[in-house]
């Protein structure tokens, strides 16, 4: 659907937390939206299912593509100011281990508790690409519901979940649906417009985007061109009011180049929604 009056325009981001791009991406349209008049749609998918059916495969694989994609995350986290990190044992977290479990409960957590399906995804991507933790077993996926502020009797619930027909078949027809819109590998940004579906593959295609929606996405959102004063991705987080109590201790004292973000705390604080300004 287009804009037209007061009406926003569709984007919708299929992802996977298995992928480093898909983070850049997911971030950088959280930031966008702000600026743009879309309405952002989280679409988990499973990044190894849409590789099997295209007959593609990671980058990494590929000697000189991964060695160039090394470097080109980390410019492009420097840029973005997302706190991306590679994987010691990027082979065996990322491509062995995969995200099949994570993204089932990511799945459960769409289907019944959307509210929490942005915290905890941004939560799985923290503990994969920043802090080189597991993604896979119970405890790592608790840990990070938690961390989103999911409470611990709902966060076993939606876990319970993950094993059902239901979440599976859910998960499995999101990626089909990407797949049909023709994707290939992710994230896969989908801008709907006067009718039309138009795919762009990439965290790195937001000019073309803009384009297509009628944005001008030259203009750099505050989220990344000041630094500063921002508060935290969902004010309905539990937990929220004693990170609230955080920033406003911490606020100002913030280093604008981003050296030494070392929580999740410290970095939301950065990079996530402008807080209002006054006059």
Known sequence: MAAAGGSKTLVEIFYDVVSPYSWLGFEVLCRYRHNWSIELRFRPAFLGGIMKET????????????????????RMAKYYQVPLQIP?????????????????????????????????????????WSRDEDITQPESILAAAGEAGLPS???????????????????????EEALKYGAFGMPAVV???????????????LELLGKVIAQDATQTPQAWSEGQRFTFPHPATAGYRERKAEREDTEGKLNPQG?????YQEWTLKCCLPKKRGP
């Open 55 to 74: 007959g593609n495969q990671p980058p990494a694989m590929v000697p000189k593509r991964g060695e160039y994609m090394m470097k080109d995350i980390k």
């Open 153 to 175: 009797a709902l966060a076993q619930k939606l876990l319970a979940m993950t094993s059902t027909p239901e979440v599976k078949n859910r998960l499995k027809e999101t990626t």
């Open 88 to 128: 010691k044992d990027f082979v065996g977290s990322v491509i062995r281990k995969g995200s099949l479990s994570a993204m089932r409960f990511i799945t459960a957590v769409d289907m019944t508790q959307p509210q929490f399906l942005e915290p905890v995804s941004r939560e799985l991507w923290m503990r994969i």
């Open 259 to 263: 050296q030494g973000w070392g929580t």
């Open 191 to 205: 801008a709907h417009v006067n009718g039309e579906a138009h795919l762009f593959f990439g965290s790195d295609r």
